[in-house]
């Protein structure tokens, strides 16, 4: 079992910025690809952006490119989501999510039927 516990969201004005962070307990973090997803409400939850479990490779939804930034930490076991340029239609809770590779893989996947573990969530609300 792995645990995971956001912090970081909050209230921020347009064009703020606002880091998610990710903790992770109770397996091998770095066997784990990590992502970020959010869902707003009304909606359905959606992919935001994904890291590999090795050599940190990356991918974000279009649009959040150039303003979302995802790292990992394994000696912290965390995985980060620095926002920057923020939206309204940022507003979400956002979630972590492991997905279970190995610790030599490079794969990041986007659909969140392949994530094992969940955190609770962070709200993020951007003001206008």
């Known amino acids: 079992q792995l645990q995971l516990v956001e912090s970081g969201g909050g209230l921020v004005q347009v064009g703020g910025s606002l880091r998610l962070s990710c903790a992770a307990s109770g397996r091998t973090f770095s066997s784990y690809a990590m992502g970020w997803f959010r869902q707003a409400p009304g909606k359905e939850r959606e992919f935001v952006a994904a890291i590999s479990s090795s050599r940190g490779r990356t991918y974000y939804r279009e649009s959040v490119k150039g303003r979302f930034t995802i790292s990992r930490d394994n000696a912290k076991a965390t995985v980060y989501l620095q926002m920057n340029s923020l939206k309204p239609e940022d507003t979400a809770v956002y979630y972590c999510?492991?997905?279970?590779?190995?610790?030599?893989?490079?794969?990041?996947?986007?659909?969140?039927?392949?994530?094992?573990?969940w955190g609770q969530g962070t709200q993020v609300t951007v003001s206008s």
């Open positions: 999510a492991a997905d279970l590779v190995s610790s030599l893989d490079t794969t990041v996947r986007i659909g969140a039927r392949f994530y094992d573990y």
